[in-house]
C-alpha cells in the first residue's frame, strides 16, 4: 500500500510539475502575442503565470532556456495548427496560413525588427523560415518538378516568397487590404507558380 501510494504521489507530482512548465510557456507566448521580446523580463513570465522567477529558472535554466523550450515545444502550437492543411490542398493551406498571420503577425513583425540584436529572436525566426520551407514542400509538393532538380529549388522558392510573412504585412499593415483581398492575392501569386493547382 505504501509503494502505491509512494508511486501515485511521484506520478502527481511529475503532472503538477508538467502542468507548471506548460503554464510558464503559455504566459511567454501570450507575452510575446503583447510584447517586443526584448520586453518579456522573467518577472513578467513570472506575475502572468502565477508562479516566481525562482520556479522559472529552476525549470528551465534562463530567460534564453525559456525561449528555447518554448520554440522547442511548439507552445504557441503554429505549427500544430498550420499542419491540419491536407497535402495539395491550396485553398484550405492558404485559409490556414492566412489564419496563423492574422493571429500572430504583429509579434513575428516585432521580432523581425529585433533580430540583428537579439540571439532569441534570431533564432526564433531561423525556426520559422526553416518550417516555413518544409511547409511550403510539403503542401505544394503534388504541383512542384522532381525534389534536387534547378527547377524544384526555383518554384520552391517562388512558392516561399508568395505566402511569406512580409507579403500579408505590406498588404494587411501597409496597404490596407481586407482579410479577403489579401487571401485573393496570395491565391493568385500561388496560381501564377504552379497554374494547375485547382481542384
Given amino acids: 500500500m505504501k509503494k502505491e501510494l509512494r508511486a501515485y504521489s511521484m506520478v502527481t ?6 502542468q507548471t512548465e506548460q503554464k510558464i510557456m503559455n504566459a511567454t507566448v501570450a ?18 503565470a502565477g508562479v516566481t522567477v525562482r520556479t522559472i529558472l529552476r525549470k528551465f535554466g534562463s530567460r534564453d532556456g525559456l525561449f528555447d523550450a518554448c520554440l522547442q515545444k511548439d507552445a504557441s502550437n503554429i505549427e500544430k495548427k498550420r499542419n491540419q492543411a ?19 503577425g504583429d509579434a513575428v513583425i516585432r521580432t523581425i525588427a529585433l533580430e540583428n540584436e537579439l540571439s532569441g529572436a534570431k533564432k ?5 523560415r526553416a518550417y516555413h520551407r518544409e511547409w511550403c514542400a510539403r503542401v505544394f509538393g503534388p504541383y512542384l518538378p522532381a525534389p534536387g532538380s534547378d527547377e524544384y ?10 505566402t511569406e510573412i512580409y507579403l500579408w504585412k505590406l498588404l494587411r499593415k ?7 483581398q489579401t487571401l485573393q492575392v496570395f491565391r493568385l501569386l500561388v496560381d501564377g507558380i504552379i497554374p494547375n493547382s485547382h481542384p
Fill in 174 to 180: 501597409d496597404l490596407q487590404r481586407s482579410y479577403s
Fill in 31 to 48: 507575452l510575446w502575442m503583447e510584447l517586443p521580446l526584448n520586453q518579456i523580463t522573467l518577472e513578467k513570465v513570472a506575475e502572468r
Fill in 13 to 18: 507530482r511529475a503532472e503538477a510539475a508538467t
Fill in 153 to 162: 529549388e526555383i518554384k520552391l522558392a517562388a512558392l516561399i516568397a508568395a
Fill in 86 to 104: 491536407n497535402i495539395g490542398n491550396i485553398a484550405e493551406a492558404l485559409d490556414l496560413l492566412l489564419a496563423e498571420y492574422e493571429e500572430m
Fill in 124 to 128: 526564433l525566426l531561423d525556426r520559422g
